[in-house]
């Protein structure tokens, strides 16, 4: 932009800017901005190009071994255009700022460095996948993201009509970026072709581009497209569109005993080892801050389903016995079974079953069943597959439980509708060894499945309760919209209490709650009727 460094005023006339106006610290006067390009090529050459020029009562001539950009009778056409220039004993062209008024993107993206804007310290800035993806992809096309983080690449998908697929390891990740898409307003872009939806593409501005050439032979000028600025509807506003948020299929591993393989067996023990390391120092986190510390934690070499136990340094001791689910893939209901089985067995008054991941399955069978013993599942940080890295202390939060999910069901008015209340969260008091609810309020975020299929949990109503934070993501939607929403439904969402809803085909429902460390516990449920589960 610094080049254009004259401007033509009103009246005809040219004034050449000063660096503090080029720079933006004084006014510009009004008037067309403008810049001077040589009127020579490179080469000598015979003919018509190297004819002197008569200009403004003086004879021109090319400089040796150089020839002019186009013959005489294009000089005359820019003469008359006014558009020639004179230096001294020079002639140059004069190219206006609006005749294209952009500037090709070049190899260093200066204006895409990373600000401080951001509300994470690896979070990539938006406007560099933005450019990325309008580069490679049109409309309609799939991108795939398998570094979730903060979800600016599904973002970005979402704001320029791209579908799109991401994925984390992180819960806290994948949390963070549901929030981000059902929360988020988009611009409404005008399709090219609205009967064939977005894959036809957008809108979008354009702008001339007048060349010396076009000039010289008299051609209406070409026109540009700019990919990165389609037109918008001002009288609708976007939000994100549907999405399900999936988990990999993955078959729990059961050993399998192979003579003569020592690395399997010593990949297997170091896995145990290490976990049982971490375990021992850091102990298992309940809400409110509370810890169940173990002491004397040593491995079970004699049972396929439990791997430690140790005993309980808070009130009363008693015997825990730890069983861990694999290390790729969700602890499964069988190996929650059979650990309850072997536990209760031995005698251990308290089970606390420990993986990465925590099949849904196996939650719904200690819920169903009738365990006489104590059971915790805790959740296993997805930090421990970098363990060497870690600096552990007594303080580390390697393994954390949650709780259960207790709600209500009732119906709602006449016919099959029903309506479910999150009452709260079942928690375990490591200390007492008794259980004491918390308050639905509390909770920063809950789902409900109001047909699960027992494989998959669809997202049928999403509810981010107020009293978790004092703040809530879906006052930025509601502002954004400016009332065009009901605000009585908005306010449905921030509460304990779902939207009423009809049986599905399967008659199960399943509620996922989540809390501020991103662990997720869910309660399944198949409905009979009313009643308070």
Same mark, same amino acid.
Request: aromatic residues 10%; glycine residues 8%.
């Given at each position: 932009?610094?080049?254009?460094?004259y401007?033509?005023?009103?009246?005809?006339?040219?004034?050449?800017? @000063?660096?503090?106006q080029?720079?933006?610290k004084e006014d510009?006067?009004?008037?067309r901005?403008w810049r001077?390009?040589?009127?020579l090529?490179?080469?000598?050459?015979k003919g018509?190009?190297s004819l002197?020029?008569k200009?403004?009562?003086r004879?021109f001539?090319?400089?040796?071994?150089?020839?002019w950009?186009t013959?005489i009778?294009g000089?005359q056409?820019?003469?008359?255009l006014k558009r020639?220039?004179?230096?001294?004993?020079r002639?140059?062209?004069?190219?206006?700022?609006?005749?294209?008024?952009?500037?090709?993107i070049?190899?260093?993206?200066?204006?895409?460095?990373?600000g401080t804007?951001?509300?994470?310290?690896?979070q990539?800035?938006?406007k560099?996948?933005?450019?990325?993806?309008?580069?490679?992809?049109d409309?309609?096309?799939?991108?795939?993201?398998p570094?979730?983080g903060s979800?600016?690449t599904?973002?970005?998908?979402?704001q320029?009509?791209?579908r799109w697929?991401?994925?984390d390891?992180?819960r806290i990740?994948?949390?963070?970026?549901?929030?981000?898409?059902m929360?988020s307003?988009?611009?409404?872009?005008?399709?090219?072709?609205?009967?064939?939806g977005?894959?036809?593409?957008?809108?979008?501005k354009t702008?001339?581009?007048?060349?010396?050439?076009s000039?010289v032979?008299?051609?209406t000028?070409?026109?540009?497209?700019?990919y990165?600025?389609?037109?918008?509807d001002?009288s609708?506003?976007?939000?994100?569109?549907?999405?399900?948020?999936?988990a990999?299929?993955?078959?729990?591993?059961?050993r399998?005993?192979?003579?003569?393989n020592?690395?399997?067996?010593?990949?297997?023990?170091?896995?145990i080892?290490?976990l049982?390391?971490?375990i021992?120092?850091?102990?298992?986190?309940?809400?409110?801050g509370?810890?169940?510390k173990?002491?004397g934690?040593l491995?079970?070499a @004699?049972?396929s389903?439990?791997?430690?136990?140790?005993?309980?340094?808070n009130?009363e001791t008693?015997?825990?016995?730890?069983?861990?689910?694999?290390?790729y893939?969700p602890? @499964?209901?069988r190996?929650a079974?059979?650990?309850i089985?072997?536990?209760?067995v031995a005698?251990?008054?308290?089970l606390?079953?420990a993986g990465?991941?925590?099949?849904?399955?196996a939650?719904a069978?200690?819920?169903r069943t009738?365990?006489?013993?104590d059971v915790q599942?805790?959740?296993?940080n997805p930090?421990?597959e970098i363990?060497?890295l870690?600096?552990q202390?007594q303080?580390?939060?390697?393994?954390s439980v949650?709780?259960?999910?207790?709600?209500e069901?009732?119906?709602s008015g006449?016919g099959?509708?029903?309506?479910v209340?999150l009452?709260g969260?079942?928690v375990?008091?490591p200390?007492?060894?008794?259980?004491?609810?918390t308050?639905?309020?509390?909770?920063?975020?809950?789902?409900?499945d109001?047909?699960?299929d027992?494989?998959?949990?669809n997202i049928?109503?999403a509810?981010?309760p107020?009293?978790?934070t004092?703040?809530n993501?879906w006052?930025?939607?509601e502002?954004?919209?400016?009332?065009i929403?009901?605000?009585?439904?908005?306010?449905?969402?921030?509460?304990?209490e @779902?939207?009423?809803?009809?049986?599905?085909?399967?008659?199960?429902?399943?509620?996922?709650v989540i809390d501020?460390?991103g662990n997720?516990?869910i309660k399944?449920r198949k409905l009979?009727?009313?009643?308070k589960?």
């Open positions: 932009m610094q080049r254009y460094n401007v033509e005023l009103e009246n005809g006339s040219s004034i050449k800017l @000063s660096q503090s080029l720079e933006g510009i006067p009004k008037g901005r001077d390009k040589s009127l090529s490179p080469g000598d050459t018509e190009s002197e020029f200009f403004d009562g004879i001539r090319p400089n040796p071994r150089s020839h950009s013959g009778s000089l056409t820019l003469a008359d020639i220039v004179r230096f001294k004993d002639l140059n062209f004069k190219s206006y700022l609006d005749d294209f008024p952009l500037i090709p070049g190899v260093v993206w200066q204006e895409t460095m990373i804007k951001l509300d994470y310290v690896v990539t800035s938006t560099v996948i933005e450019r990325c993806m309008i580069m490679t992809t409309p309609g096309d799939l991108v795939l993201d570094t979730c979800g600016s599904a973002y970005v998908a979402e320029w009509g791209r697929i991401t994925c390891t992180s990740a994948l949390a963070i970026t549901k929030q981000r898409l929360t307003v988009f611009p409404y872009y005008e399709l090219a072709q609205p009967q064939e977005v894959r036809s593409g957008f809108v979008y702008v001339p581009h007048v060349t010396l050439s000039l032979k008299g051609e000028p070409n026109h540009e497209t700019l990165d600025k389609p037109n918008v001002r609708a506003i976007r939000v994100g569109g549907p999405f399900t948020v999936e990999i299929p993955a078959p729990s591993v059961e399998i005993e192979t003579k003569g020592s690395s399997t067996d010593e990949n297997s023990e170091n896995y080892s290490t049982i390391e971490a021992r120092k850091g102990g298992v986190i309940f809400p409110k509370r810890k169940l173990l002491e934690v491995p079970i @004699s049972s389903f439990l791997h430690a136990e140790g005993t309980t340094s009130g008693r015997r825990v016995a730890i069983s861990f689910g694999p290390r893939g602890l @499964s209901a190996q079974e059979e650990a089985r072997a536990a209760t005698g251990y008054p308290l606390i079953l990465f991941q925590i099949d849904p399955a939650e069978f200690v819920q009738d365990v006489k013993i599942f805790a959740h296993v930090d421990m363990h060497d870690l600096k202390t303080g580390s939060q390697l393994f949650f709780g259960e999910p207790d709600i069901l009732r119906r006449a099959e509708t029903y309506i209340k009452l969260v079942d375990y008091d200390i007492s060894g008794r259980t004491e609810q308050s639905g309020d509390t909770i920063p975020a809950w789902f409900l109001e047909d699960y027992g494989y998959s949990f049928c109503q509810f981010f107020d009293g978790a004092g703040k993501p006052d930025k939607l502002n954004a919209l400016h009332g929403i009901d605000k009585e439904k908005i306010e449905q969402l921030k509460t304990n @779902s939207i009423p809803f009809e049986l599905g085909e399967h008659k199960t429902i399943a509620v996922k501020n460390r997720e516990v399944i009979n009727g009313p009643q589960v």
